[in-house]
């Protein structure tokens, strides 16, 4: 039962025009001036997204698991089991740069449900053609175009992945996300290095359970070397101005750090509410904005970006969890060493929802698809809304997006919950000294 509903939408970025090297500390700020004005000012009507297909979304209630090897004795009266709670919806950005096309199609099909939304960005370093061709393969997939949930930014920056632009990329995205849809609880922004441990069912479905308030975001308030190696150095970002691509420029000056507010440093990608990235783009307090012209000079702005804000802020530092629900194993220069077979297993005993770095087509890629995801190649993970019959296309037939399957994978993400969650632990995963 396949369904054509009208092709997705393609959303548009901007790029700044090319300064003189005399005025780039200025510039540089007057950039990230505007942008902040790009993302609180929104134009006189949102983009025109059309219905998805009523199968996936049907208006009426059903249960959400069902377990056909449970039977209920004649002679017992049917007891009506309590209803669970109605599945989020996760906004996820999938950011990668020149021949990561591939990778990015991948990562979307490996974490694809019809409930979230998906804005994919490959940067300025790719070429149109390849944007062009991935928007092309999206709306080749029939439930793509019936879910109407994947986009594609058309026109990308360039981004340099440690300077102030890759944070610009990100709060873009954040941004166009807000603007695509409200139905959405947490914002999730990957790169084409990243795949998935577990289903979207699994995940889906343990994040039902959970506040909807609650931040997963790793921060420490120990800067130790990074106090002199990222964050006194003055530096500008070529890509934030430049229409071609150029190295990154390091002033002779060096700044003090904040004492305004504290600095936490953390990882680049994060589980965040919707609530705290609409604080981020469209709130009234100034944090956000005093942090974003501070760091619009700064290495690795984008590890320190969230966290800071997240612990400064009265009304968030107590919904921060001291995890991204990511793996990532570093050396002794706090380099993230590439995962392989050889870590197959400590990665999946993690209970981890995501892992990274992968190298592209890296044999555990397929070992993931096969042991933990049950997903075939080019296919989506099937998941409760798949009713095909067909072991290669069960996704070919859709029901109801509110019906999760979860499986093992549930299981090792709820035990890391327990225990980040529990009593004894969670005031020290909480940014409760500020």
Not at 84 to 107: C, E, F, H, K, Q
Not at 255 to 281: N, W
């Amino acid at each position: 039962m396949h369904h054509h509903p009208p092709p997705i939408t393609t959303t548009t970025a901007t790029t700044g025009a090319a300064i003189t090297t005399r005025y780039i500390l200025l510039a540089t700020a007057l950039f990230f001036f505007l942008l902040i004005l790009s993302f609180t000012i929104s134009p006189s009507s949102p983009p025109t997204i059309t219905k998805p297909h009523p199968s996936l979304f049907p208006h009426h209630h059903r249960n959400l698991f069902h377990n056909p090897n449970t039977t209920q004795n004649q002679n017992t009266p049917a007891a009506t089991p309590p209803l669970p709670p109605t599945p989020p919806s996760i906004a996820y950005l999938l950011s990668g740069s020149a021949n990561d096309s591939d990778r990015i199609l991948r990562l979307l099909y490996s974490i694809y449900h019809p409930r979230n939304q998906y804005l994919l960005n490959l940067d300025r370093a790719a070429p149109q053609s390849d944007r062009d061709t991935l928007a092309l393969r999206i709306q080749s997939e029939p439930v793509f175009r019936a879910a109407q949930n994947v986009h594609v930014i058309g026109n990308a920056d360039y981004v340099s992945p440690t300077g102030p632009s890759s944070l610009s990329s990100t709060l873009h995205g954040a941004s166009v996300l807000l603007r695509i849809t409200a139905n959405w609880d947490w914002f999730i922004n990957l790169s084409a290095n990243h795949y998935p441990l577990v289903t979207q069912d699994d995940l889906l479905h343990i994040l039902s359970y959970l506040p909807k308030d609650l931040n997963f975001v790793n921060h420490t308030s120990y800067i130790g070397w990074r106090e002199a190696r990222k964050l006194k150095p003055i530096i500008v970002d070529p890509a934030l101005y430049l229409v071609e691509i150029s190295e990154t420029f390091y002033a002779t000056e060096k700044r003090q750090v904040p004492d305004a507010y504290r600095l936490f440093t953390g990882s680049s990608s994060a589980i965040l509410t919707r609530k705290f990235v609409e604080f981020c783009i469209l709130g009234i307090d100034n944090l956000p904005r005093t942090l974003l012209m501070y760091l619009s000079n700064t290495l690795a702005s984008n590890l320190v970006y969230f966290p800071t804000i997240l612990c400064n802020s009265r009304q968030f530092n107590r919904t921060t969890i001291n995890h991204s629900l990511q793996y990532v194993s570093f050396d002794s220069r706090q380099e993230p060493h590439p995962l392989n077979s050889s870590t197959f297993d400590d990665v999946i005993q993690s209970g981890a929802a995501f892992a990274s770095p992968f190298l592209p087509n890296d044999p555990v890629l397929d070992r993931i698809d096969q042991e933990i995801l049950e997903r075939n190649p080019g296919k989506p993970v099937p998941g409760g809304w798949c009713l095909g019959e067909s072991e290669n296309e069960k996704c070919s037939v859709w029901g109801d997006a509110d019906v999760l399957k979860p499986g093992p994978g549930a299981k090792r993400l709820e035990k890391c919950l327990v225990k980040l969650l529990s009593n004894e632990t969670i005031r020290s995963h909480q940014c409760v000294d500020v």
